[in-house]
């Protein structure tokens, strides 16, 4: 059985930082395209970050120059570190893993932006 645990959510302050973690077990993260994908209210999930097998990554423009995707294979993780958040990062953020037939979702966690 597959299951992510995430975690690193919250509230947070515009200008601060976050990183989310996603443990998984039931896979070989090593072996799987890891992404990060977050949905808001009355939006469409939309892919944020990603990292293939051999460490590219993938960023949507709005969160280059400030979000970082990586993995631990070791710890079968994956992570995104989030550094000056803004109001319109607030949604709740997915760990996905994908590769050629397989396609995992996390539970997801709540980010929020607020003053």
């Known amino acids: 059985q597959v299951q992510f645990v995430e975690s690193g959510g919250g509230l947070v302050q515009p200008g601060g930082s976050l990183r989310l973690s996603c443990a998984a077990s039931g896979i070989i993260v090593s072996i799987y395209t890891m992404s990060w994908y977050r949905q808001a209210p009355g939006q469409q999930r939309e892919l944020v970050a990603s990292?293939?097998?051999?460490?590219?990554?993938n960023y949507a423009d709005s969160v280059k120059g400030r979000f970082a995707i990586s993995r631990d294979n070791a710890k079968n993780t994956a992570y995104l570190q989030m550094n000056n958040l803004k109001p319109e990062d607030t949604a709740v953020y997915y760990c996905?893993?994908?590769?050629?037939?397989?396609?995992?979702w996390g539970q997801g966690t709540q980010v929020t932006v607020s003053s």
């Open positions: 990292i293939t097998t051999n460490g590219n990554t």
């Open positions: 996905n893993a994908r590769t050629l037939g397989s396609n995992f």
